[in-house]
């Protein structure tokens, strides 16, 4: 299968590719600079595409391919830029140049932020919350795709991750959820911040999360269908449990405030398929690689702003 993948240099983009080539599949990643992929002469099976989400002219590189994965993220801190829509309508765009061309299975990276703020219990099915601007520019492109496979030959999946932790592909980057941001800066510089001991933090290892895609890529579905996937591992880990991580792989001492307030910690269940961990990289394994990861490079954020977690530590 001949595979266009969007967003190929970042974090999970890297190891989606190196998973899909790994299968035998030959993979078309969209990357905006050269200088974006380290290895001087791709790897057997890897064509670059250079480009951004939005610009027309490497459309054609979609011709000849089976399946897209729309991983990329359309994200700016300029704020001449409208880009709480540019994100929406590069993927549009992109969906509908991919559908004239014949790609037959398509997958988009979206996020379980579209679930918050979340509910008791919280399924595929569950509502949208449309708790910030990252989670609405999801939901959106979620509704489009749904609405344009309709009638097509094409079917695809929604997969919507927690956030991601573990190492980064072969000196790609690693992107840090801001919550985990806001806490690793606490603990360097000794910053006062309560949390709930008890409260728990939905997490996905980053080098688990492709065999799902694969799994995506190869499962029946009727044309025009799309179904969503809530990829989330079944024991979220507490925040006691994520801070001591943190401190383990940086020999800092867990200078945060406990509260054993109760904490109304959702339950995420997966009615369809959902990332299987037993023989992946354990949860535990990845947060300590993430936060080896972290000392000594600059923290990089997933989201300009998104919200730190609040003195009661809820999740999110």
């Known amino acids: 299968m001949r595979v266009f993948v969007t967003g190929a240099s970042g974090y999970l983009g890297r190891h989606l590719v190196a998973a899909l080539l790994a299968r035998g599949h030959s993979v078309r990643a969209l990357v905006r600079a ?35 994965i729309d991983n990329a993220l359309v994200w700016s801190d300029d704020p001449s830029h409208d880009w ?8 549009v765009a992109l969906y509908q140049a991919a559908l004239a061309r014949g790609v037959t299975r398509v997958l988009f990276t979206s996020s379980l932020a ?27 492109t979620e509704v489009y795709l749904r609405a344009a496979l309709q009638g097509t030959r094409a079917a695809g999946f929604i997969v919507r991750p927690s956030a991601l932790v573990g190492p980064g592909y072969r000196g790609g980057p690693v992107r840090t ?15 006062a911040l309560t949390l709930v001991s008890a409260a728990r933090r939905p997490l996905a290892p980053v080098a688990a999360l492709p065999r799902l895609y ?18 989330v591992s079944g024991d979220a880990p507490t925040w006691r449990t994520v801070v001591a991580a943190m401190c383990a792989a940086s020999g800092l001492d867990d200078c ?61």
């Open 34 to 68: 050269a200088t974006r992929w380290p290895e001087d002469a791709p790897p057997r099976g890897l064509e670059r595409c250079l480009g951004a989400m939005g610009e027309s002219a490497w459309y054609d590189a979609l011709d000849g391919c089976d399946a897209l």
């Open 114 to 140: 579209v679930h918050r703020p979340f509910t008791a219990r919280v399924t595929e099915a569950s509502r949208f919350g449309g708790a910030d601007t990252y989670a609405a520019m999801k939901a959106a």
């Open 256 to 316: 945060i405030a406990w509260s054993a307030e109760a904490p109304k910690n959702p339950v995420f269940s997966s009615a369809k398929l959902r990332l299987a961990l037993p023989d992946g990289l354990p949860l535990g394994d990845a947060l300590r690689a993430h936060c080896e990861a972290l000392t000594p490079r600059r923290l990089q954020t997933l989201e300009t702003g998104h919200r730190a977690p609040s003195d009661r530590g809820g999740s999110g």
């Open 214 to 231: 694969l799994q995506l890529l190869d499962a029946a579905l009727a044309p025009g269908r799309c179904e969503a996937v809530n990829a």
């Open 177 to 191: 959820p801001g919550d985990l941001h806001r806490v690793w800066q606490a603990l360097h510089a000794r910053e």
């Open 84 to 91: 709480r829509l540019d994100g929406p309508r590069a993927s």
